[in-house]
């Protein structure tokens, strides 16, 4: 499968109509029986969570619980797009506890830029943020248990294929080759040796920084250091058409909900 080299010095894709996505996410959800909180009202936009609680629980051990999180930059729409067919689909463990932010920044995609509309990049902002969403994202999380797993949804114009972050400090039992396993039967996987400057193998990224070295944080190194002790970062490459991109988060996100144990 190759490349369509559209995306010349930026995402020159593809783009969605942000407003009937979020309505189909919110149909499906409560559908399905979710319940939704809204945590900030942009004036055009609200931001909002879902949840899901188990549907079944084998006492006395408590529930996975899982957080999904995309639409965080406006040129990469795969992100909301997976959501929604992965609400489509239903087909969750019984299990599991879910949290889901459909879209962060929903005006970044009536803009088809990767900012807000005040110019400011949110993915660099979970440090010391200015942000309104992301002052009242984090304040949403703060109200949130802990996550036994966090999978945050992206895509990346450059990339030559899906890769993936993954940040696990403890060590526990790695989802990272299961989701690359997942991914290539469905979108093509970047075997560089480098992506985005750091040393990759077989599409995964496992970086040595630590957020405290940074001083801008993504959302990512927020949830590692408050919410969770194991995260993904997973990058649909973005010149290439819309179903392949979807269809791999969506790969990436089952792997890993399905590979975590009760």
Not at 25 to 33: I, K, L, M, R, S
Not at 55 to 60: E, T, V
Not at 150 to 179: R, T, V
């Amino acid at each position: 499968m190759e490349r369509l080299g559209k995306n010349l010095g930026s995402y020159l894709g593809e783009t969605i109509d942000i407003r009937a996505v979020l309505r189909d996410v919110e149909t499906t959800a409560q559908f399905h029986g979710w319940s939704k909180e809204i945590f900030y009202d942009t004036g055009e936009f609200k931001l909002f969570a879902l949840h899901r609680k188990p549907l079944s629980l084998r006492d006395p051990q408590l529930p996975k619980r899982i957080y999904i999180s995309t639409g965080i930059h406006g040129d990469e729409p795969a992100g909301p797009l997976a959501a929604l067919k992965l609400l489509q689909q239903n087909d969750w463990p019984e299990h599991l506890e879910l949290w889901l932010c459909p879209c962060l920044n929903p005006v970044g995609f009536t803009l088809n830029s990767r900012v807000n509309v005040k110019g400011i990049d949110l993915n660099r902002e979970y440090l010391k943020p200015v942000a309104e969403e992301v002052l009242a994202h984090i304040a949403w999380l703060e109200r949130q248990p802990q996550f036994d797993l966090c999978l945050m949804l992206h895509e990346d114009w450059e990339s030559h294929g899906f890769y993936l972050y993954e940040q696990n400090p403890d060590g526990k039992i790695s989802f990272a080759e299961k989701m690359i396993e997942a991914v290539e039967r469905v979108c093509p996987i970047d075997l560089s040796e480098s992506i985005e400057g750091r040393p990759a193998s077989g599409g995964i990224l496992r970086p040595t920084i630590k957020p405290q070295d940074r001083p801008d944080w993504p959302e990512a190194f927020y949830v590692i250091t408050h919410k969770t002790r194991q995260s993904y970062t997973v990058e649909a490459p973005s010149d290439f058409p819309m179903p392949v991109r979807v269809n791999a988060l969506v790969a990436a996100v089952n792997a890993a909900v399905n590979g975590i144990e009760f």
